[in-house]
């Protein structure tokens, strides 16, 4: 799946936390679906032996690809905000038009469905103002296509056998189903994981950023995509000073393959809890990779950046004492960055320290 994801250019964004991972597997299973079904289409419509596709389902099912293939653009260009808008607006259409081909929302299972996980996904991909923006506009839908069916201003433009109606009814339960068990799924499970990490990062700054979409699933901690995000502000301010420390856990591939994937999460949670006593409230501490933690720590010179990463040694040393069977190995690298420097060239540089101290 790496190699895959490698090749289409969006592994960086799917490290990214996990809405940006939800996103990409929405976008990918939309460009899938899209592109069979308009393949199915075409081949109905020019081989003699099928009856000819309905006009409204090509429409649909090329809308459906057109947007998923401009999302997948923009989450290669790294803009998942952009790409979240891009597939709701298109979920939405898509929606939009097949209750009002189908005769409205009483006609059509797949409209009130459809508009439910238009719903959901608002709540999880965006922040707080757009959020009520979408929905408004999903609430809006649904009364206008409900008034109009009611005083049967819309006919139906495709009729279904009721064999038809209820394979259909059924294919769209599973799918919407399906889709909005993994979504509930995936956040819950980030929700349990890390209970007192999650806690300490509700408490911050970012009220306005849906939780999930700055936090890594496995550990509570910030993730990549607001790390980034953090440098734009962080510039402009007056907080340097600023140190960025960077640490990688060693081997953690090897501890996957010989002991499991359990047994390679535990470990990242088990450095996740270890930094979390050792860095301050101010202190901006991620999961930046799979095996990379990064921190941002405002207002901390050179020297006093080596008293913390001493700290860290003390932390890990004590831990190790009591688990000689797994202990925590961890490379680290540090860098200030002063007034008018760039912090994401001084992250490079922490990192480039760090895979020396590895190698050493």
Known sequence: MKKIFEWLGVQDAFEKGLIARILII???AFVIFGAVFVTIRIVMTVHPAFPPAHWTDMLIESLILVIALITLWFIRSDK??????VILGGILIAVTMQTYFLGGPANDISGPMGLLLFAILSILFL?????WIAIFLVITVFIILSGLSASGNILPSVNLTPIGKTLYSIFIWLSISIIIGIILIAAMGAMRREPHLLDMQFNGSTKNVPFLSTHDALTGLYNRLFIETEFSRLKKSRLFPISIITAEIQDLKTINETHGYKAGDEMVIN???LFAKVFRPEDILSRYGGDEFAVILPNVDTT???????????QINAYNIKHTKQPINISVGVSTANQGDSLKDHLKLAEKLMWQERSE
């Open 80 to 85: 998942i905000r952009a790409a979240s808008r």
């Open 271 to 273: 450095v996740a809890r």
């Open 304 to 314: 006093t950046a080596q008293v913390v990463i001493d700290r860290i040694e003390k």
């Open 127 to 131: 922040d707080q103002s757009d959020r």
């Open 26 to 28: 929405l976008c990918l």
